[in-house]
């Protein structure tokens, strides 16, 4: 079973109506390294090819390494040429975005560098006509990001919000911390030099469609809310499984592991959105203060618990369809007796009217069967089940009904689908699962925008709704902290997996406790 975007509506198929900010200029720290040609460049001509950029724009690189501003331009359109969602470079759109592309050579450490960036922002704010509209945006690593804050504070860079003329917003990349300590001080160094407003933390699941479609879903439906809690639902379980190992990444995600990589930032995220309470007003501050407080009431697991509430897993050789990997250990970057996790999986709780009693699933993982993103909601059993040939799931036990489940794919392929039981035709009044499934491809017919074209065009239009606050990323990582704490006192906790697989037998346990099981994805 399908469903279209309903006939009497016409789908829309052109772009959506964005709103075009004013001119600026933003400011790449990192701009010779691999998120710049990878996701920034592609998303800033895309932006411009959609005519989303202000007439007045320019772009100014930094990085180390001399490129000059000719070898930067030829570099960029290369990454575009590579990266970008929008197939070949068309001369009509890149020329004017390169005639205001410059590129600044110099080490963060460096005072001088950033008078020169002063000097070079003066020139470019005169030419261009920026009116001292200056957006900086921190691809370096994270070890750079406190010193460039610093730097940019005592070079007389950073204007106070809403004094004078223009302004000054920073966007900072993830990870924001390795930990709550190394966070709570990156946010008191961001907050020494630019106001709480000024400052745009990136998660960048935020800036996914269908990751804001959730709460499109949820708070734009009148059918799904009232059943949007523990009356009706018995769990809900947010999967995000990659199918690639650590390849190319394997020295930073030695250092990071499953639950600083995903589950700190993007799937905490997907669970505050999913189970937060509706916000007064759909704006930046009512919808962070409802995220907040969300991830508040998630009961913090205590020590003794972490072993019974947690599974982590690290991945040995196998295969993933024609693709052979070996194990996580012999990975280039990656120490060969590394306990670093590839695999998480917790159970979870939330201290709040609406979700007591609900348990929250999730579970990430490299190297897995498939690549794919969803939150899975799953129903309560009807109180009594009157079919007497109600159809077996092969997974859920005999004489038990599929239960309802409502799935919100995110990756790859976007979709809604809602599962339920019909009686097929014949004599029997037996039940089988049906699927009515929405598909945002085939639904709207157009190619959703990057994360990074909305992220951007938000930061420069002063939106801060898709970007984390300051208390949020702190909350995140007081909910990760004890069990970070426990896995560093436990390395014989640490289980194994087959590379193909959809992670480690005790992942199955932690849930089949509860007399549940993993989605089939
Ligand atoms: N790559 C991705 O897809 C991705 C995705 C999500 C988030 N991120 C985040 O984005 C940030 C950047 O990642 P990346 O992959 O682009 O890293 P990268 O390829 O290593 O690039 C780092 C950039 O910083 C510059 N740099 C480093 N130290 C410097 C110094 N002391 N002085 C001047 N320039 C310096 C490098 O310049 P030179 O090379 O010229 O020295 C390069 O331009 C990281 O925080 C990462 O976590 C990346």
């Not at 930990?179 to 946010?187: F, H, P, Y």
């Not at 059918?223 to 769990?235: K, S, T």
């Amino acid at each position: 079973m399908e469903t279209k975007a309903a006939p009497d509506v016409a789908p829309r198929r052109e772009a959506p109506a964005y709103s075009v900010p004013g001119a600026c200029t933003i400011v790449i720290f990192g701009a010779s390294g691999d998120l710049t040609a990878r996701k920034l460049m592609p998303a800033l001509y895309a932006l411009a090819e959609q005519k989303l950029l202000p007439r007045c724009f320019a772009i100014i690189g930094v990085a180390r390494r001399d490129l000059g501003n000719e070898g930067f331009r030829q570099r960029m359109r290369e990454a575009v040429g590579r990266f970008s969602r929008l197939g070949a470079v068309r001369d009509d759109v890149w020329a004017p975005l390169a005639e205001n592309m410059q590129y600044l050579a110099t080490s963060f450490d460096e005072s001088k560098g950033y008078l020169d960036l002063r000097d070079l922002l003066a020139q470019v704010d005169q030419a261009c006509g920026t009116e001292g509209n200056h957006l900086f945006y921190l691809a370096t690593p994270p070890t750079a990001y406190a010193g460039i804050v610093r730097s940019l504070g005592e070079a007389g860079l950073v204007k106070p919000d809403g004094h004078g003329k223009g302004w000054t917003r920073i966007i900072i990349e993830k990870p924001f911390g390795r930990d709550l300590g190394s966070a709570q001080e990156l946010n008191r160094q961001a907050l020494s030099v630019f106001r709480e407003r000024q400052v745009y933390r990136i998660d960048h699941y935020l800036g996914k469609e269908t990751v804001q479609n959730i709460l499109a879903f949820r708070f734009g439906n009148s059918i799904f809310e009232p059943l949007w809690n523990r009356r009706y639902m018995d769990h809900v379980q947010l999967t995000v499984a990659e199918d690639l190992g650590a390849e190319g990444r394997g020295e930073y995600y030695d250092r990071a592991g499953a639950l600083r990589d995903m589950v700190q930032n993007h799937m905490l995220q997907l669970l505050s959105l999913v189970a937060m309470e509706p916000p007064a007003a759909f704006d930046a501050e009512a919808i962070r203060d409802e995220k907040v407080k969300l991830l508040r009431a998630v009961r913090r697991i205590p020590a003794e618990r972490v072993g019974a509430q947690t599974v982590r897993g690290q991945y040995t050789a196998g295969t993933i369809g024609q693709r052979t990997l070996v194990g996580y250990r012999e990975e280039s970057g990656v120490a060969r007796g590394s306990t670093t996790e590839t695999y998480a999986a917790l159970r979870l709780t939330i201290d709040n009217w609406r979700w007591a009693g609900v348990p929250f699933y999730l579970r990430t993982g490299k190297a897995l069967a498939s690549r794919l993103t969803e939150v899975t909601i799953q129903y309560r059993e009807p109180p009594l089940l009157m079919f007497e040939h109600a159809a077996h799931a092969d997974h859920e036990g005999p004489d038990r009904l599929e239960p309802n489940r409502l799935s919100l794919r995110i990756q790859p392929d976007e979709r809604i689908m809602l599962r339920f039981g019909l009686k097929p035709p014949g004599e029997h009044m037996s039940l089988i699962p049906v699927v009515m499934d929405f598909g945002y491809r085939e639904g709207f017919g157009a190619q959703p925008p990057e994360a990074y074209e909305r992220l951007l065009l938000d930061a420069m239009l002063g939106d801060s709704t898709l970007f984390l606050r300051g208390d949020e990323a702190e909350s995140a990582w007081s909910l990760v902290a004890p069990i970070l704490e426990a896995w560093a006192g436990d390395a014989k906790g640490l289980t194994s997996y087959p590379a193909g697989s959809w992670g480690p037998t005790a992942a199955d346990a932690l849930i089949e406790r509860d007399d549940r099981r993993w989605a089939r994805l």
